[in-house]
């Protein structure tokens, strides 16, 4: 398959259009403003001039726009849908896990086959060797664009045929990288108030990160086997680290916020009778809340230290 069209040209659309023309392929591209397209023609692409015939330009069809109400916006009219019948869509949009169901749904009801997808990546980080991007849903239909999608990505990744699965990794991994951001804008704040180089902290975390991930790995691979007896890191340890960290924030004058909310954390998973235990096993907090959660969490943990 060295054809494809491509519905919205954004910062992300407009790179995959242009990694396809890199690669050789017959490029049609729509776009709600026509000039992003007519843009794109200069480089090799035809630019539609409807939905409908951008559609019916090729077998597959990528769309990747603002979220999924802007996809029905454009893809959610009879004659659109009737050019849908025997294509196959993927939708690059980011989106949540009832998101992909739904579009699933919408799709097979008129005849497309349908993949679902989440770009882990920003633009300019697209089309290199682990360049990560979350596919899911039918096997035979990622095995015929297969070769396409990973002019996007070498660090494609199929998850399997429930469609809901790339949206579900993609929240989820976004949800660790919250998780680490938080901290790390607490580390940053501790550095430059202590008078050190906010940089070389980035530098530190840069080091670390590989091996976090590593633990990080250990920890999932625990949660999954339901066996939390201490192999790495006993739940103590992380009491202590967090306390102390919101302790020292106290100690500062800095905002104590962030550390006051991962410290009550493991100070209810202490409660719970969990201390002495894998750190993992935090996430028995998440699935059965039974530790009472303190009304003001902050207060409660400061009765603590
Ligand atoms: P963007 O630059 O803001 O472009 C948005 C695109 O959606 C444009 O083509 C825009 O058309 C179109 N659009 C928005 N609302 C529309 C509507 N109601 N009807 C028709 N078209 C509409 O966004 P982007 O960065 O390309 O991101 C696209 C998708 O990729 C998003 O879901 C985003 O989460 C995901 N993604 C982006 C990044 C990133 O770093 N950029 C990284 C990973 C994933 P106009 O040009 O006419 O406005």
Same mark, same amino acid.
């Given at each position: 398959m060295n054809t494809a069209t491509v519905i919205g040209l954004g910062n992300m659309g407009v790179v995959l259009a242009r990694l396809l023309l890199r690669a050789g392929y017959r490029v049609t591209v729509w776009n709600r403003s026509r000039d992003k397209a007519d843009a794109l023609a200069g480089e090799g692409a035809v630019a539609a001039a409807s939905v409908?015939?951008? !559609? @019916?330009? *090729?077998? $597959? !069809?990528?769309?990747c726009v603002y979220?999924?109400?802007a996809t029905q916006a454009i893809l959610a009219r009879p004659d659109v849908e009737a050019a849908l019948g025997g294509r196959i869509l993927v939708q690059l949009t980011t989106g949540s896990p009832r998101d992909a169901r739904e579009s699933e749904t919408w799709a097979h009801r008129h005849g497309a086959s349908y993949l679902d997808g989440a770009i882990q990546a920003a633009p300019a980080q697209m089309g290199l060797p682990d360049t990560a991007i979350l596919v899911s849903g039918a096997k035979t239909t990622f095995e015929t664009v297969e070769p396409t999608l990973k002019l996007f990505g070498g660090g494609l990744t199929y998850l399997g045929e429930?469609?809901?699965a %790339?949206? %579900?990794?993609? $929240? %989820?991994? $976004? *949800?660790? !990288?919250y998780g680490t951001f938080f901290g790390f804008v607490h580390g940053a704040r501790i550095a430059e108030h202590e008078g050190f180089g906010v940089e070389q902290f980035g530098a530190i975390v840069e080091k670390i990160s590989p091996a976090f991930g590593a633990f990080l790995k250990h920890e999932a691979n625990?949660?999954?086997s339901g066996d939390f007896t201490i192999s790495q890191s006993p739940m103590t340890i992380s009491i202590e680290a967090t306390d102390r960290i919101l302790a020292t924030a106290r100690e500062s004058g800095i905002d104590d916020e962030i550390p006051a909310f991962f410290a009550q954390f493991f100070q209810r998973a202490k409660a719970a009778g969990y201390a002495n235990e894998e750190a993992a096993a935090l996430i028995k907090l998440l699935r059965n809340? @039974?530790?009472?959660?303190?009304?003001? *969490?902050? @207060?409660? !943990? %400061?009765a603590t230290a």
């Amino acid at each position: 398959m060295n054809t494809a069209t491509v519905i919205g040209l954004g910062n992300m659309g407009v790179v995959l259009a242009r990694l396809l023309l890199r690669a050789g392929y017959r490029v049609t591209v729509w776009n709600r403003s026509r000039d992003k397209a007519d843009a794109l023609a200069g480089e090799g692409a035809v630019a539609a001039a409807s939905v409908v015939e951008a !559609v @019916k330009a *090729s077998p $597959l !069809v990528i769309i990747c726009v603002y979220d999924y109400p802007a996809t029905q916006a454009i893809l959610a009219r009879p004659d659109v849908e009737a050019a849908l019948g025997g294509r196959i869509l993927v939708q690059l949009t980011t989106g949540s896990p009832r998101d992909a169901r739904e579009s699933e749904t919408w799709a097979h009801r008129h005849g497309a086959s349908y993949l679902d997808g989440a770009i882990q990546a920003a633009p300019a980080q697209m089309g290199l060797p682990d360049t990560a991007i979350l596919v899911s849903g039918a096997k035979t239909t990622f095995e015929t664009v297969e070769p396409t999608l990973k002019l996007f990505g070498g660090g494609l990744t199929y998850l399997g045929e429930a469609i809901s699965a %790339a949206a %579900a990794m993609d $929240l %989820a991994t $976004l *949800s660790y !990288v919250y998780g680490t951001f938080f901290g790390f804008v607490h580390g940053a704040r501790i550095a430059e108030h202590e008078g050190f180089g906010v940089e070389q902290f980035g530098a530190i975390v840069e080091k670390i990160s590989p091996a976090f991930g590593a633990f990080l790995k250990h920890e999932a691979n625990v949660i999954q086997s339901g066996d939390f007896t201490i192999s790495q890191s006993p739940m103590t340890i992380s009491i202590e680290a967090t306390d102390r960290i919101l302790a020292t924030a106290r100690e500062s004058g800095i905002d104590d916020e962030i550390p006051a909310f991962f410290a009550q954390f493991f100070q209810r998973a202490k409660a719970a009778g969990y201390a002495n235990e894998e750190a993992a096993a935090l996430i028995k907090l998440l699935r059965n809340g @039974k530790a009472p959660r303190p009304a003001h *969490s902050a @207060k409660a !943990v %400061a009765a603590t230290a």
